[in-house]
Nanobody, 124 residues
Framework: QVQLVESGGGLVQAGGSLRLSCAAS????????MGWFRRAPGKEREFVAA????????YYADSVKCRFTISRDNAKNTVYLQMNSLKPEDTAVYYC?????????????????WGQGTQVTVSS
């Protein structure tokens, strides 16, 4: 089992940047593909980005491609989401998720563990 704790959210002006972190417990972090999802008020959960177990493959939603970068440090049991050129429509609660044995999926159904979320608010 793995526990996930997100941090780094906050309030930022449009065009600004934030870096989210997701720290995982346990010593088997490299067994998990990791994903970031978000949920805006009144909207469905939405895929943002995913990364394979080794970090060699990354996947992005079209809405964040070229603005967001997902990365991981398996030695630190941490996955990151660097968010640049933020827009008001990026406002949401951001969740990280772990998929044991996975490859990095856009489907939230395959993820086994979820963090509690961190709020990102982008003002116009």
């Amino acid at each position: 089992q793995v526990q996930l704790v997100e941090s780094g959210g906050g309030l930022v002006q449009a065009g600004g940047s934030l870096r989210l972190s997701c720290a995982a417990s346990g010593r088997t972090f490299s067994r998990y593909a990791m994903g970031w999802f978000r949920r805006a008020p009144g909207k469905e959960r939405e895929f943002v980005a995913a990364i394979s177990r080794s970090g060699g493959d990354t996947y992005y939603a079209d809405s964040v491609k070229c603005r967001f970068t997902i990365s991981r440090d398996n030695a630190k049991n941490t996955v990151y989401l660097q968010m640049n050129s933020l827009k008001p429509e990026d406002t949401a609660v951001y969740y990280c998720a772990a998929d044991e044995g996975g490859y990095g999926s856009r489907r939230f159904q395959v993820y086994d563990y979820w963090g509690q979320g961190t709020q990102v608010t982008v003002s116009s």
